[in-house]
């Protein structure tokens, strides 16, 4: 089981959005989206967990806390320490959609499938964690009084032993909740793996409404290939969109329906979103692939990331990818790297990442880096920076990850 919920970088339209800190109140987040703009989870000392941070970002999309002792109604772990009265809203009292619900944007890519077992974890867990929560704390939580007969007041006690038994995972009861709160469709799941199929057979007579999300890393785009198309009806009855981004909002790329000719779309960056409706369900449904591609020109107006192939994990192996930045005239392009770790070997001959100033593989060449021995800032003279990262099929580590921003020449 999979959600229709996706974090992603946060972009200048987004008007309300998340934003890790640390508050004196340590492990805490609201409620549903408050409408602010910048919305804070703290993840304070000792909070810095998996379970720990998989739970506030649980508050974050309007799901709140179950104990045996306290009611599921009750707020307890949603107050942002400006008072005692709670700031988080009931999911029930804000509309049941994703995009007007909350623009679940970060400044890191999070995924709602990135942070849970894998298909065959969750399959076998299923069974007996139907009724388990992400959300749910231990029967020891809380060793003296936390909060007051008021239901919408909450008191912190400095002394209280917090013995926190939080999970580690999200839960099937976790994904049901979501998927109801946000009327996710039945039909449909998320991608992340670097190629795969993306099929659906309708049943005949019958309406379908089914979404798809292609989740690539940094750096990354997705090339989807549509191999198979059966439909005999109207675009007004049945039809398939391919969108430029992660939801129906994103920029509309192809819009296919009964006589459309098998095609291939590239995304523009690491997120692709497709739909297939059908009124009555005709015809034989549509057969397609996708996969995941690295490189290309990328214009920076606004902070954009790279990454080596399939970060946070290990890169893939056997990659050549190069990326061609352009900040446009009168500025220049800065490179920052927050994390590096390839694979050492003599003159870098195995993996590396390499930074030229210019916009050709003949620019002045920064250098050729495969340890940790390397600049953590790279800026260019003009407006493009070339970037390439080589990964051979011998062994991966954790690779690298670098923001860019373009800033003007003065």
Known sequence: MKTCVVFVDKAPQHKDYVVFTKLPCGCCAAVGNQRTGPQPISIGDGCEQTGIVL????HVIGLSDVTDDIPQASPIHQLINVSNSVNGS???????????????TMDVIITNDKMKASDTEEERDESISENDSIMRYGEKLFQSKLYSNH?????????ADFFIELKMKIYVSDVKATNEFYRCPKCGKSFQHPKGNVTHLPLAN???????RIIAGYGETVLFKITGMHFNASCDDTYL???????????????????????????????????YRSKTGPGEGFEG?????????????????LGSPNYPYEYVPNKNCSWKLSAGKGFRIVLRLELFKLE???????????????????????????????????????????????????????????????EEIK
């Not at 692939?289 to 990331?305: P, Q, R, S």
């Not at 620019?363 to 790279?378: A, D, E, H, M, N």
Request: with cysteine; charged share 20%; proline share 4%.
């Open 206 to 212: 019958a309406s379908a409404f089914c979404q798809w």
């Open 90 to 104: 009931a999911p029930g009292t804000t509309t049941k959609t994703l995009e007007s619900l909350f623009n679940l």
């Open 289 to 305: 692939n996708y996969m995941f591609l690295c490189g290309g020109e990328i214009t920076v107006e606004d902070k954009v990331y």
């Open 55 to 58: 739970h506030e970002l649980g």
């Open 344 to 406: 050492g070997s003599e003159n870098c001959k195995s993996d590396y990442l390499e930074v030229r100033d210019g916009a050709t593989a003949a620019s002045k060449l920064f250098g050729r880096y495969c340890s940790q021995s390397i600049p953590s800032v790279f800026i260019s003279t003009g407006e493009n920076l070339l970037v390439t990262f080589v990964s051979d099929g011998f062994y991966q580590t954790e690779g690298f990850l670098g923001n860019v921003v373009r």
């Open 241 to 275: 969109e391919i969108r430029d981004g992660p939801s129906k909002s994103s920029a509309l790329l192809e819009k296919l329906c009964a006589g459309s000719a098998p095609l291939s779309v590239t995304s523009t960056g690491p997120l692709m979103f497709i739909e």
């Open 151 to 159: 239901p919408n007041e909450v008191k912190y006690v400095e002394s």
